[in-house]
């Protein structure tokens, strides 16, 4: 049984883990939704070069519904992947946390959430599961804004881009001729 002290840097090790998450399926929901609309702005700058190449009617409906459909599944595969990859055990999310982490520490996240699923299992002490523990929980203030910080950027670099290449789709869309 742990320590009280122990418990509760458990229960903040796992908030922790839990907020890592839920930042990592937002920045995923938005990335995924910026290929969706990098798709729609793709198509629609296809259309507008189809058209003033002259081509119409069935060739271009054909080409824009086809580019949407590969993006669209170009997206879904991405967040299938990186929802197996990052999100699905408590181990992928402590190691994104650990990388996240530019300044090394003494015990990772993994560590503590290995050595916390694991206890007793090997013959590891007790003792050295509950250290490892608090030493991780005692960084969790600085893990959630290292997470913060994270999901800002991507947020800020997929959105920078869908609006740049959205911005890209109506200029030639109105500029182009023939079209």
């Given amino acids: 049984m742990l320590s009280p002290e122990a418990s509760d ?3 903040l090790l796992r908030e922790t ?3 890592a998450r839920r930042s990592l399926r937002r920045g995923l929901l938005v990335e995924v939704a910026s290929m969706g609309v990098a798709t729609v702005a793709l198509a629609l700058l296809a259309g507008t070069a189809a058209a ?3 081509l119409g009617g069935r060739t ?3 080409a824009v519904s086809l580019l949407v459909l590969v993006g669209w599944c170009a997206a879904t595969t991405y967040a299938v992947v990186l929802w197996r990859s990052r999100l699905k055990s408590d181990g992928a999310v402590a190691r994104w946390i650990d990388a996240m982490n530019p300044r ?3 015990v990772s996240t993994l560590s503590a959430v290995e050595l916390l699923r694991d206890r007793g299992r090997f013959g590891e002490s007790r ?3 509950e250290a490892a523990v608090r030493h991780v929980a005692d960084l969790a203030p600085r893990a959630r ?3 913060t910080a994270a ?3 991507r947020i800020r670099i997929a959105g920078g881009s869908t609006a740049g290449l959205l911005a890209l789709a109506a200029v030639v869309a109105v500029v182009a001729p023939g079209a």
């Fill in 9 to 11: 840097a458990t229960a």
């Fill in 17 to 19: 883990i839990e907020t």
């Fill in 52 to 54: 003033a190449l002259g």
């Fill in 60 to 62: 271009l409906a054909l």
């Fill in 104 to 106: 090394a520490e003494s």
């Fill in 127 to 129: 003792a050295l599961a």
């Fill in 145 to 147: 804004a290292l997470t």
């Fill in 151 to 153: 999901l800002a950027r």
